[in-house]
């Protein structure tokens, strides 16, 4: 079979037809599949962890470039996301992003009745300039999709 060993292990996911690109974390001893495919970081990268990968998959920055040059509108595959340029990061810039995933995270664990799209809204918009610096792209440049 395709893929057996990395079958029951961790990494991000994300629906393959959507109008956003958004990832989400896929704990261990789960189950992916080609329309919820798994994207693990190289073992010899240890500058960048699945924590950190999350959050960079989740900025506005990683979205544009995916649906712009990578993949379509509506529908991106783990090829489109195996060819996206991911920065080498320092330790710091690689516990800046984990917290990001972390407080993101954290932030979605409130029951749907007591969160606010506060909380979230203002975490993607750190990540987001945060990941702009990375990228070195203007915090102000208009990324725009058209969706």
Do not use: C
Not at 10 to 33: C, D, H, K, M, Q
Not at 109 to 129: F, M
């Amino acid at each position: 079979m395709s893929n057996e060993p990395l079958w029951f292990s961790g990494g991000i996911t994300w629906n393959v037809v959507a109008s956003y690109f958004r990832a989400r974390l896929l704990p261990e001893g789960s189950v992916f599949g080609h329309k919820t495919p798994l994207l693990i970081p190289r073992p010899w990268a240890d500058w960048l962890s699945t924590r950190a990968l999350l959050a960079l998959a989740n900025s506005d920055v990683v979205d544009y470039i995916l649906r712009t040059f990578l993949g379509s509108r509506m529908e991106i595959e783990a090829s489109e996301l195996r060819r996206l340029i991911i920065p080498v990061l320092s330790s710091s810039q690689r516990a800046d992003l984990e917290k990001f995933s972390e407080r993101a995270i954290r932030a979605r664990q409130v029951p749907a009745g007591n969160r606010t799209d506060e909380v979230l809204s203002k975490i993607e918009t750190e990540l987001n300039g945060y990941v702009r610096d990375l990228y070195a792209i203007d915090r102000d440049a208009e990324l725009w999709v058209v969706r």
